[in-house]
């Protein structure tokens, strides 16, 4: 983490006083963040409210947690310009981001937020967030379909990580993934004969899909 990231440097620019000055008004008490006093050069963030000696230095940022149905036929973009894209659809007043994808045909849980935190939490892979999936293919399936699938199947010239698989029904079966290859699942299954008909993501680490129809969301 650099000194542009402290509390420090926030007040030497935004108060234009030296270094000595701001690390007094710290030492102090003088100093609040989203109104609890601090009295160490702590990290800030971009939406953390800053008073300074009572004086509101910056209002920050309300966060905005939204987890939302996408429908099938919508492309994963707030780009005007591409056809069915999330903007033309959703009606949120709020400026959000997507955290991750869902390819057009698929659809099911996304997540939409302005904290760029979630983002790198819940894509990075070390932080192995599971996405859970119920999938449809064009034919039945069987125990070794569904122990291949589980044991890594090689796509893109590399072989995916072990992962939970388990039958639904004859033609669906359940799915548990950490990785993000672009349309796994789906390259997965033609690797393997099949031809997935519904992908639907019913799960983001904790949140939850849940009662949701297509187009609508909750804050969560």
């Given at each position: 983490m650099?000194?542009?990231?402290?509390?420090q440097?926030?007040?030497?620019k935004?108060?234009?006083?030296?270094?000595?000055?701001?690390?007094?008004?710290?030492?102090?008490?003088?100093?609040?963040?989203?109104?609890?006093?601090?009295?160490?050069?702590?990290?800030?963030?971009t939406?953390?409210?800053?008073?300074?000696?009572?004086q509101?230095?910056?209002?920050?940022?309300?966060?905005?947690?939204?987890?939302?149905?996408?429908?099938?036929?919508?492309?994963?973009?707030?780009?005007?310009?591409?056809?069915?894209?999330?903007?033309a659809?959703l009606?949120?007043?709020?400026?959000?981001?997507?955290?991750?994808?869902?390819?057009?045909?698929?659809?099911?849980?996304?997540?939409?937020?302005?904290?760029?935190?979630?983002?790198?939490?819940?894509?990075?892979?070390?932080?192995?967030?599971?996405?859970?999936?119920i999938?449809t293919?064009?034919?039945?399936?069987?125990?070794?379909?569904?122990?291949?699938?589980?044991?890594?199947?090689?796509i893109?010239?590399?072989?995916?990580?072990?992962?939970?698989?388990?039958?639904?029904?004859?033609?669906?079966?359940?799915?548990?993934?950490i990785?993000?290859?672009?349309?796994?699942?789906?390259?997965?299954?033609?690797?393997?004969?099949?031809?997935?008909?519904?992908?639907?993501?019913?799960?983001?680490?904790?949140?939850?899909?849940?009662?949701?129809?297509s187009?609508?969301?909750?804050?969560?």
């Amino acid at each position: 983490m650099t000194f542009r990231n402290r509390l420090q440097y926030f007040l030497v620019k935004h108060l234009r006083i030296s270094n000595k000055q701001a690390l007094s008004m710290i030492l102090e008490g003088l100093v609040s963040v989203n109104d609890e006093v601090v009295r160490e050069n702590v990290v800030v963030q971009t939406h953390d409210r800053i008073l300074a000696d009572n004086q509101i230095v910056r209002e920050g940022k309300r966060l905005i947690y939204v987890a939302y149905y996408k429908p099938r036929g919508i492309e994963t973009t707030f780009n005007t310009e591409i056809q069915d894209n999330l903007r033309a659809i959703l009606n949120f007043p709020e400026d959000v981001f997507h955290v991750g994808r869902l390819d057009k045909e698929s659809e099911g849980l996304l997540l939409l937020t302005n904290d760029s935190r979630v983002f790198d939490k819940t894509l990075r892979q070390e932080h192995k967030t599971e996405k859970e999936y119920i999938v449809t293919v064009d034919k039945m399936i069987d125990e070794n379909f569904i122990n291949t699938m589980a044991n890594g199947v090689t796509i893109l010239g590399k072989t995916t990580l072990p992962c939970h698989v388990e039958i639904v029904d004859d033609y669906t079966f359940k799915i548990v993934l950490i990785q993000g290859i672009n349309r796994q699942i789906r390259r997965m299954c033609y690797k393997l004969g099949y031809e997935v008909t519904r992908l639907l993501r019913v799960r983001i680490g904790d949140i939850l899909l849940g009662d949701l129809k297509s187009g609508e969301y909750y804050f969560y």
